[in-house]
C-alpha cells in the first residue's frame, strides 16, 4: 500500500534559538508527547487520518491560536475559559519549552500543543471543527518580495477557512500597517467578514485581551496594535 507524500511547503520561520534551559529540556522531554497526541509526525500518521477531538478535550468547543509565542495568551485563554480546549500550534522550540513550563505550573487540563506548522495541523483537523483561531503579532516578513510568506495568503487561509466552524471568530492582531492593508484586503477575499463598525473596533484590545511579549515590544517602539475581528461566513 502506498502512502501519500508529505506536500512540500517552504517554512521560512526559526525553528530554534539560544540554547535551552534544562528545565525547558525537561518540559519537552516529560510533558510534550502528552500534550500533543496524535499531531506532529507524518510517519505516525501518514494517511492524514482526522483528530479526534473528542478523545482530546470531551464536548467542549475548540479553539486554535496559531503562532503562540510565549504561550502567555494561550495560557491567559485558557485559565479564563475552562470550558473550552485550545490548541496551539507553533514551530519555535525554544517557545514551545515556555509554554510547556506555563502549562504545568498552572497545572491546567484543556490544552494541546502542536509544535510544527500550523499547515500541517490544518491538514488533519476536521472541517468545521474550530469555534474560534487567534493570529496574534504574526511574523510581519516587511520586505515586499517576502509578503506572499505572510499568513493571511490563500495558502493558509483557505484551509483556515476549512476547519473553522461556519460563524467562527477569527481575532488578528498586529503593529504593522501593511499587514494590516493585507489583511483587510486577502481575509474577506478567503470567506470572512469584518466585524469592525467604528474606529474603536480595531483601535481598542479585546475584553479579554492580555498584552504579549511582542506587543508590548511594539509600543515601546511606538508601533500602533490594531485589532481584527473576522467572522467566517
Same mark, same amino acid.
Given at each position: ?12 520561520? &526559526? ?7 534544562? =528545565? ?6 516529560? *510533558?510534550?508527547?502528552? !500534550? =500533543?497526541?496524535?499531531?506532529?509526525? #507524518? ?9 479526534? !477531538? ?5 464536548d467542549r468547543p475548540v479553539w486554535l491560536e496559531i503562532g ?17 480546549? /485550545? /490548541?496551539?500550534?507553533?514551530?519555535? /522550540? ?14 491546567? *487540563? ?24 487567534? @493570529? ?8 515586499? &518580495? ?17 476547519? @473553522?466552524?461556519?460563524?467562527? /471568530? !477569527?481575532?488578528?492582531?498586529? *503593529? %504593522?500597517?501593511?499587514?494590516?492593508? +493585507? ?18 473596533? #480595531?483601535? +481598542?484590545? #479585546?475584553?479579554? #485581551? %492580555?498584552?504579549? &511579549?511582542?506587543? +508590548? ?15 467566517? @461566513?
Open positions: 500500500m502506498t502512502h501519500p507524500e508529505r506536500p512540500h511547503r517552504n517554512f521560512y520561520g &526559526r525553528l530554534k534559538g539560544k540554547s535551552l534551559k534544562n =528545565s525547558q529540556k525537561t518540559y519537552l522531554d516529560q *510533558d510534550l508527547a502528552t !500534550l =500533543s497526541p496524535g499531531m506532529v509526525r #507524518w510517519d505516525e500518521n501518514p494517511e492524514r487520518t482526522p483528530l479526534d !477531538l473528542t478523545a482530546l478535550f470531551g503562540f509565542g510565549g504561550g502567555e495568551h494561550l495560557v491567559h485563554q485558557a485559565a479564563r475559559n475552562a470550558d473550552v480546549g /485550545i /490548541i496551539g500550534a507553533e514551530p519555535y /522550540i525554544n517557545g514551545v519549552a515556555m509554554l510547556l513550563g506555563k502549562i504545568r505550573r498552572a497545572g491546567m *487540563d484543556n490544552l494541546a500543543v502542536h509544535p510544527g506548522d500550523a499547515r500541517d495541523l490544518m491538514d488533519v483537523l476536521p472541517a468545521g471543527s474550530i469555534a474560534r483561531a487567534f @493570529l496574534l503579532y504574526p511574523d510581519p516578513w516587511p520586505k515586499k &518580495r517576502h509578503h506572499r510568506r505572510r499568513f493571511v495568503t490563500p495558502e493558509h487561509l483557505e484551509p483556515l477557512h476549512r476547519v @473553522l466552524k461556519p460563524g467562527a /471568530i !477569527l481575532r488578528i492582531a498586529t *503593529d %504593522i500597517p501593511d499587514y494590516v492593508r +493585507q489583511t483587510l484586503e486577502e481575509v474577506p477575499k478567503a470567506g470572512f467578514e469584518w466585524l469592525a463598525e467604528r474606529p474603536a473596533d #480595531w483601535r +481598542q484590545p #479585546w475584553a479579554d #485581551w %492580555i498584552s504579549t &511579549r511582542y506587543e +508590548q515590544k511594539a509600543l515601546r517602539e511606538n508601533r500602533v496594535p490594531h485589532y481584527l475581528t473576522f467572522r467566517r @461566513l
